[in-house]
């Protein structure tokens, strides 16, 4: 079992930056594809970005293209999330995950979560 704790979530001004970290609690993490996902309030939880284990290949939601950026770095077993250009409409509860498996959009083909992150931007 692979635990992943999320940081680095705040309040913000639109157009500012934040990055948000995910540390996983076992080296397993560097054969992992990681994703990060958000859900707003009364909202279903969305895909934002996803990483391949070996960094190679990326998938981005269309929402947040050219505004936030997936990395990882697997000696420190942590991914993390860039977020730049923040707007209003980026306001949620931002959770880490990674799975078995190949880069994917879909939260159904990950196998371990975080317990999330609040991520709150001021209009």
């Known amino acids: 079992q692979v635990q992943l704790v999320e940081s680095g979530g705040g309040l913000v001004q639109a157009g500012g930056s934040l990055r948000l970290s995910c540390v996983a609690s076992k080296r397993t993490f560097r054969n992992l594809s990681v994703a990060w996902f958000r859900q707003a309030p009364g909202k279903e939880r969305e895909f934002v970005a996803a990483m391949s284990f070996s960094g190679v290949n990326t998938l981005y939601a269309d929402s947040v293209k050219a505004r936030f950026t997936i990395s990882r770095d697997n000696a420190w077993n942590t991914a993390y999330l860039q977020m730049d250009s923040l707007k209003a409409e980026d306001t949620a509860v931002y959770y880490c995950?990674?799975?078995?498996?190949?880069?994917?959009?879909?939260?159904?083909?990950?196998?371990?979560w975080g317990q999330g992150t609040q991520v709150t931007v001021s209009s």
């Open positions: 995950a990674a799975n078995k498996g190949w880069v994917a959009d879909d939260l159904n083909l990950y196998d371990y």
